[in-house]
């Protein structure tokens, strides 16, 4: 990304920090105060034109609450074309804070991978490490289905884990504080999930594979798979994406003899394979609370 970009004469482009079907997200500095943003700019592939970014705006930008990326600004500027040497992108953009640690995917492929380089040393994620992190998407989760939105695709790539010290009023070196990003696919009373997107294979919920509507209780069978990884190290139904999906049609997701039994309960209920026998997003923050009890 060359550094001379500079969006809606105010955001000084830096580095890519992700990108996905509908976006990319760079790190961008904000000439007006002075702070580090994040910076997503839409594709200009959606048949219907701006819808992604008007969801974004319409659902996540209206969203306030500590464990949710905040956004900022957004805006509308051509220079944008320019992202990734030339590639055909929207003008349109929206500027988020930019979360001082790494999503929950980066961190899981880092411990397991470099441990010694890690950014929070030592092993896995510890049983109070995950209960701390999901008890804080379980609060977002509740705050957006309280507003009818479904998230509708809950993974480790859209948790970030912010390790600033002051992180959640947390002490210094601890777990710091979980946020829910991308709600580039979420659902609500006004936007339907995007024909060409449905979640990510590896955490649909099995009313998802089967072809079902995503719910609330799809948010929360998602977040059940997300603290099952983090525990074990491992996805719960690993293999391909169509693999995937099968095997979350044969039966539930299997919970090693190493996880401690009160965390397999409260797994067990996430992931119940009937919608209806999931815990709400409210129930869900209680359970992972009495966890660390």
């Known amino acids: 990304m060359p550094s001379e970009v500079v969006l809606g004469g105010r955001y000084r482009l830096g580095a890519q920090l992700g990108g996905g079907s509908e976006a990319y997200v ?9 702070n580090r943003v994040a910076v997503k700019i839409f594709r200009s592939t959606d048949s219907t034109g701006n819808a992604p970014f008007r969801r974004e705006l319409e659902v996540h930008g209206r969203l306030r609450h500590k464990n949710i990326v905040k956004v900022l600004d957004s805006g509308t500027d051509a220079t944008a074309n320019t992202v990734a040497g030339g590639s055909q992108v929207s003008p349109n953009f929206v500027v988020m804070e930019l979360v001082d640690g790494k999503d929950l995917r980066g961190f899981l ?20 490490q995950t ?5 804080d998407i379980a609060r977002a989760l509740a705050h957006v289905h309280r507003r009818g939105i479904v998230h509708n695709d809950v993974k480790p790539g859209n948790i970030l884990l912010d390790f600033a010290s002051d992180a959640g009023g ?16 979420a659902l609500n009373g006004r936007h339907a999930a995007p024909n060409s997107s449905s979640g990510t ?3 649909l919920s099995p009313e998802e594979v089967c072809g079902g ?3 609330t209780a799809s948010d929360i069978y998602s977040l059940g798979l997300v603290a099952l990884e983090c ?16 095997a979350r049609t044969l039966g539930e997701p ?8 009160r965390w397999s309960m409260v797994l067990h209920a996430m992931t119940d394979p009937v919608p209806a026998g999931r815990p709400s997003a409210s129930q869900t923050v209680g359970m992972l609370r009495r966890l660390s009890w």
């Open 26 to 34: 760079n790190e961008a500095w904000d000439l007006q105060s002075g």
């Open 109 to 128: 492929r880092e411990q397991a991978t470099y441990p010694e380089q890690a950014t929070y040393p030592g092993q896995a994620p510890s049983p109070e």
């Open 131 to 135: 209960a701390a992190w999901m008890t």
């Open 170 to 185: 947390r002490e210094p070196g601890g777990p710091g504080i979980a946020k829910l990003a991308d709600f580039g696919i």
């Open 201 to 203: 294979p590896h955490y």
């Open 213 to 215: 509507m995503s719910t």
């Open 231 to 246: 525990l074990t190290g491992t996805k719960a139904f690993p293999g391909t994406p169509l693999e995937s999906m099968v």
């Open 254 to 261: 299997r919970i090693p003899g190493t996880v401690r039994r």
